[in-house]
């Protein structure tokens, strides 16, 4: 599966690699890239030899600089450029998709790029990264799940924090306040990451699928719900 033309696809032992592919433009988010990006996770979704799955971004300078700032000029609105974007609901998709997400990323991670990062599970940050939420800034809220699943991350305060002030923040911070799990050096987070996933590869995949069900499931519930949830799934 490939000849995306804003995204990488590849597979090696189980692992999926998906990398954001518009350097010149800072990986930004486009209408195309989340066509493309859907059309993979869609695949990956239903690929049972895929076991954990790596999100990066190419080139030197960005995981991903949030949503692609031409096409918000040339919409009529940013709203209307919205509408447009949502007629596909990719983020639903990537927080459904059942095997573990990890995010490798380095240099800017903004916007939409920090609510890609949000859909992951787990989080790997090289020092140089730089995360921010500017779209208030922008005259508009963040619109791929944003406001819901960063909160979850790093609660209410941090969040409204960075979303109201569009102080951005560098990767000794992120991991702090728990938006990264850790930092490592620049040239150290490809390995990093491949290790992670490799790691969780090499276990059961449906212990591991349970695993990450229990605990996204269990966060939209009660807890003796979220008890009873976890009772019926370790007995399956
Ligand atoms: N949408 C479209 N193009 C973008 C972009 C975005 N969100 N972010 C960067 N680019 C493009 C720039 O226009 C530039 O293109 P050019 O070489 O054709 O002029 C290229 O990527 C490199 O960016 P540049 O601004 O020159 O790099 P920098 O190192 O000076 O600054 C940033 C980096 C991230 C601070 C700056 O690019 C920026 O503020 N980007 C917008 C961030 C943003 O508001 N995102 C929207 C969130 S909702």
Known sequence: MNGFKTVIYEKNENVAYVTLNRPEALNAFSIQMRDDLYEVFRAIKDDDEVRAVIVKGAGDKAFCAGADLTEFLTAPSAVKARQIRSRRNLWKLLLDIPQPLIAAMHGY????????????????????????????????????????????????????????????????????????????????????????????????????????????????????EGLELERRLSIK
Do not use: H
């Open 109 to 224: 991670v903004l916007g939409s790029g920090m609510e890609i990062a949000a859909c992951c599970d787990i989080r790997i940050a090289s020092e140089d990264a730089v995360f921010g939420l500017p779209e208030v800034g922008l005259g508009i809220i963040p619109g791929a799940g944003g406001t819901q699943t960063i909160p979850r991350i790093i609660g209410t305060a941090r969040s409204l924090d960075m979303l109201l002030t569009n102080r951005w923040i560098k990767s000794d911070e992120a991991f702090q306040i728990g938006l990264v799990n850790r930092v490592v050096l620049k040239n150290e987070l490809m390995k990093n990451a491949e290790e992670t996933a490799l790691k969780i590869a090499s276990y059961n995949p449906d212990s591991v699928r349970l695993a990450k069900y229990a605990v996204i499931k269990g966060l939209d519930m009660s807890l003796q």
